[in-house]
């Protein structure tokens, strides 16, 4: 990986580079989400999350993607959604600070790797925040203020990049990320759970994007945590066909991608990819 091509300025651009770790060591071990405490009991079928998560991988390589990977340890269990221990936002890279205690210790891994690279970041140890919280859109920053990101981390975000705009996004207590309920998809359209914040943000959100509603039920089943990989190209589930149906709708070429076992610790797509470089279209 080339440090100088670090650069993200949006969620749908052609992505070039990403980071992934593959389920090795997946289960349930502490439930930390409402979607853990559904399947806590069946847990976790490893052979068939590797399986899927191989699937996904190759239709990103498929689609010309650099696929980087992070060593999976056993003591991290968690550790296949690679999105909530760094993001990047423009030609930046910060490392999150994990706030559950089953996660705390991916974030190492992680640094490992890009000092291995000679990639230089911004380390956030001084308050919780995770990827998944944290959506970009040009010169702005989305970010959910939830149990696992704080208000007070947002400073120190803002002191990395000082040219963006943030604008907080309070969700509510059961929504894990703020990735659950909003992704934006291009310069003008987003999907969105309007149930999973308050009447204030969503109607800020939409005077900002032609918004597309995901349902309860697909909610619960990540429909919004549709990963884009440019050109309008839009990995997603297969049984959340209310969302794929509008994308497909409005022009976007649904890949759909069987997830169905990874998606029972309560994460999809966008949640197992950190990408470190994508390109405009333009």
């Known amino acids: 990986m080339n440090p100088s091509k670090i650069s993200c300025?949006?969620?749908?651009?052609?992505?070039?580079?990403?980071?992934?770790?593959?389920?090795?060591?997946?289960?349930?071990?502490?439930?930390?989400?409402e979607t853990q405490r559904r399947y806590h009991k069946e847990n976790i079928n490893v052979e068939t999350a590797i399986a899927q998560h191989t699937?996904?991988?190759?239709?990103?390589?498929?689609?010309?993607?650099?696929?980087?990977?992070l060593p999976p340890k056993k003591e991290f269990p968690e550790q296949v959604f690679t999105r909530d221990i760094g993001f990047t936002i423009g030609d930046t890279i910060f490392i999150s600070a994990m706030s559950m205690p089953v996660r705390q210790g991916e974030e190492q891994i992680l640094k490992d790797w890009l000092k291995n690279h000679d990639i230089s970041y911004i380390d956030l140890t001084e308050d919780q925040t995770e990827g998944g919280d944290v959506i970009i859109h040009q010169k702005t920053v989305y970010i959910g203020i939830s149990e696992r990101t704080t208000e007070h981390a947002i400073e120190h975000i803002q002191a990395g990049i000082p040219d963006y705009?943030?604008?907080?996004?309070?969700?509510?207590?059961e929504i894990l990320h703020l990735d659950c309920i909003f992704n934006i998809l291009s310069p003008t359209e987003a999907l969105i759970h309007k149930a999973g914040m308050e009447e204030a943000e969503y109607e800020l959100l939409k005077s900002h994007?032609?918004?597309?509603?995901?349902?309860?039920e697909e909610q619960f089943a990540m429909g919004a945590n549709v990963l884009s990989i440019?050109?309008?190209?839009?990995?997603?589930?297969?049984?959340?066909?209310?969302?794929?149906?509008?994308?497909?709708?409005?022009?976007?070429?649904?890949?759909e991608v069987d997830f169905s076992e990874i998606i029972k610790s309560g994460g999809s797509f966008r949640c197992c990819t950190m990408p470190l470089s994508r390109k405009s279209e333009a």
């Open 9 to 33: 300025h949006t969620e749908y651009d052609v992505m070039e580079s990403v980071v992934l770790c593959k389920p090795q060591f997946m289960r349930i071990h502490h439930v930390i989400n």
């Open 55 to 69: 699937a996904f991988m190759n239709v990103l390589k498929e689609n010309g993607i650099e696929v980087h990977h």
């Open 165 to 173: 705009t943030i604008i907080p996004i309070p969700i509510k207590q």
């Open 209 to 216: 994007f032609d918004l597309i509603e995901v349902s309860e």
């Open 230 to 255: 440019g050109h309008k190209k839009v990995i997603s589930l297969p049984q959340n066909k209310g969302v794929n149906g509008e994308l497909k709708k409005r022009g976007y070429d649904v890949i």
